[in-house]
């Protein structure tokens, strides 16, 4: 049985940024969270959804108890199947979250 895909907005898209940004405030310093950036960047590029998603969820694991992990989590098993097009702009919008984690330090 295959869940059906959402027609995502634009407010999923900045959840998704917003509720990355919260959650990796408290993953990894600087440099970890800039080496997973370009293991995540590579996967999007090539459209590999399995790979991006194994990095970014063993990633999140570390921190399951933290409750922007679980929202971030949340939100994405509500979109997820993906297609090419959304899995793009929410792959974006999870790697830019993650770059703005660090501003505020």
Do not use: H
């Not at 310093?29 to 194994?54: G, M």
């Not at 098993?77 to 979250?97: D, M, Q, R, T």
Request: charged fraction near 30%.
């Amino acid at each position: 049985m295959y869940k059906k895909m959402k027609l995502l907005s634009e407010r999923d898209y900045w959840q998704i940024k917003r509720y990355s940004r919260s959650a990796f405030e408290s993953i990894g310093s600087e440099n970890y969270r800039q080496r997973l950036v370009y293991k995540l960047l590579n996967t999007a590029r090539v459209n590999n959804q399995s790979d991006f998603f194994s990095f970014l969820l063993r990633t999140l694991n570390s921190r399951k108890g933290d409750e922007n992990v679980r929202k971030l989590c949340r939100k994405l098993e509500w979109v997820y199947p993906l297609s090419p097009e959304n899995f793009e702009k929410v792959a974006y919008s999870i790697i830019i979250g993650i770059m703005a984690a660090g501003e505020g330090e």
